[in-house]
């Protein structure tokens, strides 16, 4: 009955995009955008709601409906199990806190209408695509994903980069779908199976499932960001209005991450030993990758989709020794790295969800996303600044909030790893372990940069210097996020327990119950073997830091007195003194960046006595576009101008061609055995 | 009864490293001044500086914010419960199980995140090289140190600090390379977390060579003395925790009589003496690294590091 229910909600967003249309005309843009987003806001906690009910449901009825829509006599199937229901909840819960987030950053908009009629469509289409419960509807679904969210992409059209990004996602994203075709193709088989059940019930032979295992790689991989196939997300994620990144970034690479699950744990049967290898090399690429590109950003918004990047290759690694364990046998082992990736999909889907509405208030109070232009915005966004802080302490995998916990159970499922017997694995897991503790580490130097040159230090501009603070609406749904980040920090057993039917259905193994565990704690295997308390540590760090605050005014000192700061005897610096964002990475770039990204610094003085200004050039180079997308790119331009010259042939040419590709024809047909 | 003296045994350790972090360093300074035929400070010195900068005003920068007053406290309170989580004289502590070692590491790193944007706060160049270097050190360091702490995991099979210093106790362990590869590598993480020479000069002020004081620049007064208290704090959690799972003697569960206990506190004094001498020894006969050589310094921990791990991974009895 509830997959009943859940298609209802998600035709009524259908609906939703008529009659934003029909309203915008005819009732102006302000009443439409609270009308919209009000009625997102409302349906998405219903799908939530629903989501819940299933993943909550003791007893874990499937439930299925196969609708009279799409292919005549075929129908189209849908189904909530476990996982679906899991990835309904981060997919609606998502929707809902944007949804409650543009009611109030929606009418700051410059062409509403632009984007209204898409934005429930796209989250119908999220919806869908996780519903689905065959090849034809996934796949149809997940192109409606990809060409709202595009149309969302290129809703502020006069940016030419906008429309730059816009092209480059729509090329990726028809990359993306072709492969998922052929994959849905080959699992179908010879006989066309294209039902979910028929390929469960008859999973496909080695050699197919290792093709299939590949094109689901690539396919799912590119919408979610995996290494190289990311290049579109930092041009497209940031280029959409900000509760719209926020859904692409915190919500659509999760719906990938779904994809990817259901196809290599659910359908594909028995995983090769080498399927493994390859996740966990990719994830652990990505991650290291993605965040040393966000260090070397300047656009706040693009340093946050660089994050995600990140975050993906965390939750591909995490799923990578899920399969390796998986493949061995050893479910219990599985079960937690699984339960690692899957809370962190979770977690991730919150924090970056709130850092983009941060970054969009600050958009909207500054009229600037370059953060070398920022600064001091704490003095005047308080509020905004305080749950921006919150994500960024979730986001670099520190205690007591959620990012950490994920993490954690994620390095716990690495020590489980020596257990495993295939040498590859023995040596592809501790780099990959050491890759993702380089990854967090530069994680939390990322959002130092992203945090303390936005909100810190003296406004470098007249655009920071004025700023105002966001509205309620934006800021309730700031401030809710940011409470679910804490709860799932200190008390992560429950959130924990309520992944395992998901985890028991794909890997046949789960974590012990954590919610009957003493004092809240979690215990991933045996209390002496490891165990962590957010609640506790919590409690310890909010407690000791109030009696040191408490003794301290009592028995010292509370007087505080106000100076300029020390600026070596120079008065009234000026703000340009302030350290940069690229200083600030200078270092980092140094040690890293020479060889990731070939840099190179060049400094020109001016001839002595002059007084013109010192320069300091820094270059760049992104080597996986230059070695990757340039050489298609020169190669696909290479081919289109020799074609061109087909256009301007005699009519005696254009015959012979004519005669030539019927006799070729004829041939092929005649030797065709 | 148990749950009482269990408690007490807790609070015991969380005074002890409190009252201990101060004259340690009061100690190490000593020594090092000894070592280069001055008389030096009394032992009791940073007791009188923490006291003496606690009762003065705070002189906040005219655009500090709230985050900047706050920071402190959180720091402070951070580095004391990391720090009144390891075994120093006795394990099984009440609240050990509430944070393993790796949970250890990120409270730690939450107290570093913190600093590093206390010094972007006032938007002085000071604060904003002491934190770019800071980031730059704890990004190669942090990776190093999660990698020495799976060597340890898996060699004592858990990641619970009071298990693997038991088991560290126990004739089981034997001499291994990945243990050797892990102590060098943790006395190089140790070092550079702690700022001290060759990565950075606690005695300095000079700006260019400094990291860790030129974050904390525009700190004053209480602020100042409880950045600095952490800071106590965090080279005694390093010299009790490299103390617990290498030289692991005379640490004793609750249950233990009193006898014993004492032992353990004696051992446990007499192991910060000796690191103490040790660490005086080293900073009195090296020079400082210029800012980009550290890199290097680091690298080698992490790749030491990875060796160990890789090597327990490839095999059991490495």
Redesign the interface.
């Known amino acids: 009955m509830m997959v009943v229910y859940a298609l209802f909600g998600v035709a009524a967003l259908v609906a939703l995009a008529p009659i934003a249309v029909a309203f915008g005309v005819s009732q102006g843009k302000d009443t439409t955008t609270t009308l919209i987003y009000g009625a997102c806001l409302i349906v998405t906690l219903g799908l939530c709601t629903i989501a819940l009910l299933s993943l909550f449901d003791v007893s874990h009825t499937i439930s299925q409906a196969t609708l009279p829509l799409g292919l005549p006599w075929l129908g189209a199937h849908f189904r909530i199990d476990a996982l679906a229901s899991f990835f309904l909840v981060v997919v609606n819960l998502g929707g809902a806190a944007a949804s409650l987030f543009a009611l109030g950053y929606g009418r700051h908009e410059e062409s509403p209408l632009r984007v209204l009629p898409f934005y429930p469509v796209y989250l119908a289409a999220m919806n869908l695509v996780v519903m689905a419960d065959d090849a034809f509807s996934f796949l149809v679904s997940w192109e409606f994903m990809s060409l709202t969210s595009w149309a969302l992409v290129i809703s502020n059209h006069r940016v030419r980069e906008n429309l730059r990004a816009g092209f480059i996602y729509l090329l990726m994203a028809g990359f993306g779908t072709l492969s998922l075709l052929l994959a849905f193709g080959l699992l179908a088989g010879a006989a066309g199976n294209y039902a979910f059940d028929a390929i469960r019930a008859a999973p496909p032979v080695a050699g197919v499932a290792a093709l299939v295992f590949i094109l689901a790689i690539v396919g799912t991989g590119s919408k979610a960001g995996l290494i190289p196939l990311h290049a579109w997300l930092p041009l497209a994620h940031p280029a959409a209005p900000s509760h719209v990144s926020a859904l692409m970034s915190g919500v659509m690479t999760k719906v990938a991450v779904y994809g990817f699950v259901r196809i290599v744990f659910d359908l594909l049967g028995t995983p090769a030993w080498w399927w493994s290898l390859v996740v966990l090399a990719i994830g652990g690429a990505t991650a290291v990758m993605g965040v040393l590109y966000a260090l070397m950003q300047r656009d706040l918004k693009r340093v946050l989709a660089y994050s995600t990047i990140e975050n993906i290759g965390i939750i591909f690694a995490a799923l990578g020794l899920a399969l390796a364990f998986k493949t061995e046998g050893l479910n219990w082992a599985a079960a937690l790295a699984l339960t690692a990736g899957l809370f962190h999909v979770f977690n991730h889907s919150l924090f970056k969800s709130l850092l983009f509405f941060g970054a969009g208030s600050v958009l909207n109070a500054t009229g600037t996303r370059d953060i070398e232009q920022l600064g001091g915005l704490i003095h005047r966004m308080p509020q905004t600044a305080f749950v921006f802080l919150a994500g960024c302490v979730a986001i670099s995998a520190l205690p007591p909030l959620n990012g950490f916990v994920s993490e954690w159970l994620t390095f716990q499922a690495i020590l489980q790893s020596p257990q495993l017997p295939s040498w590859g694995l023995k040596l592809m897991v501790p780099a990959v372990g050491a890759l993702l503790a380089l990854s967090a580490a530069l994680a939390a130097a990322c959002f130092v940069r992203a945090f303390g040159f936005t909100f810190l230090g003296r406004a470098r501009t007249p655009a920071a210097s004025g700023a105002q603070e966001t509205d309620s609406n934006s800021l309730a749904a700031m401030y809710i996020v940011a409470a679910l980040c804490l709860i799932a920090g200190i008390l992560p057993g429950v959130f924990i327990d309520a992944l395992a039917p998901v985890v028991q259905s794909l890997v046949g193994g789960r974590m012990p119950v954590q919610t009957s565990v003493e004092w809240l704690s979690i215990v991933p295997i045996a209390e002496s073997r490891s165990s962590y308390n957010g609640l506790l540590v919590f409690v310890f760090m909010i407690s000791s830091g109030a009696i040191a605050a408490f003794a301290i005014h009592r028995l010292a000192s509370d007087k505080v007195r106000r100076g300029p700061a020390w600026g070596c005897g120079y008065p009234d610096a000026s703000t340009a003194t302030q350290y940069t964002a690229d200083s600030f990475a200078q270092p980092i770039r140094r040690v890293f960046g020479t060889v990731v990204f070939r840099a190179r610094e060049i400094g020109e003085m001016p001839p002595p006595g002059s007084t013109e200004p010192a320069r300091l050039t820094v270059e760049l180079h992104d080597l996986i576009w230059d070695s990757l997308y340039a050489p298609i790119a020169a190669g696909v331009a290479f081919a289109a101008e020799r074609l061109n010259y087909l256009q301007f042939l005699t009519i005696r040419s254009y015959l012979s061609l004519v005669f030539t590709a019927l006799v070729l024809l004829l041939l092929v047909l005649a030797i065709w055995p | 009864m148990a749950v009482i003296r269990d408690i007490a045994f807790q609070g015991g350790q969380m005074l002890l490293v409190l009252l201990l972090a101060p004259l340690l360093t009061g100690f190490v300074r000593k020594v090092k001044a000894r070592l280069l035929r001055r008389q030096g400070p009394p032992l009791l010195q940073p007791y009188r500086d923490l006291?003496r900068l606690?009762?003065?005003?705070?002189?906040?920068?005219?655009?500090?914010?709230?985050?900047f007053?706050v920071i402190p406290?959180?720091v402070?309170?951070?580095t004391?419960?990391a720090a009144s989580l390891v075994p120093t004289f006795g394990s099984g502590l009440l609240?050990s199980?509430?944070?393993?070692l790796?949970?250890l590491i990120?409270?730690l790193?939450?107290a570093?995140?913190f600093l590093?944007?206390a010094g972007?706060?006032?938007?002085?160049?000071?604060?904003?090289?002491g934190?770019?270097?800071e980031?730059?050190i704890?990004?190669?360091?942090?990776?190093a140190m999660?990698?020495i702490m799976?060597t340890l995991?898996?060699i004592a099979?858990?990641?619970?600090l009071s298990?693997m210093s038991a088991f560290m106790n126990s004739p089981e362990v034997g001499l291994r390379v990945s243990l050797g590869l892990g102590l060098i590598a943790l006395i190089i993480v140790a070092i550079a977390e702690n700022a001290r020479i060759p990565v950075d000069n606690p005695a300095t002020h000079l700006e260019l060579t400094m990291v860790h004081e030129a974050m904390v620049?525009?700190y004053s007064?209480?602020h100042l003395?409880?950045i600095e208290l952490a800071a106590m704090l965090k080279l005694l959690l390093y010299i009790s925790l490299i103390a617990c799972l290498f030289v692991p003697w005379g640490i004793s569960p609750p249950t233990a009589d009193p006898v014993h206990l004492a032992i353990g506190v004696v051992a446990y004094v007499g192991k910060l003496a000796v690191a103490g001498v040790m660490l005086a020894l080293f900073e009195t006969a090296i020079a400082k690294m210029r800012?980009?050589r550290v890199?290097g310094f680091l690298g080698a921990a992490?790749m030491l590091a990875?060796l160990a791990?890789?090597l327990?991974?490839?095999s059991?009895s490495f």
């Open positions: 006291i606690m009762r003065k005003d705070a002189v906040l920068a005219d655009n500090a914010s709230w985050l007053r406290y959180f402070f309170a951070a004391w419960i609240f199980w509430s944070a393993d790796i949970a990120a409270v790193g939450s570093r995140f590093a944007l972007l706060d006032v938007g002085t160049a000071f604060g904003g090289i934190s770019s270097r980031v730059m704890a990004s190669l360091a942090e990776p999660l990698m799976f995991a898996l099979g858990s990641t619970q298990t620049l525009e007064g209480r003395a409880q800012v980009f890199p992490l990875l791990a890789l327990r991974f490839v059991r």
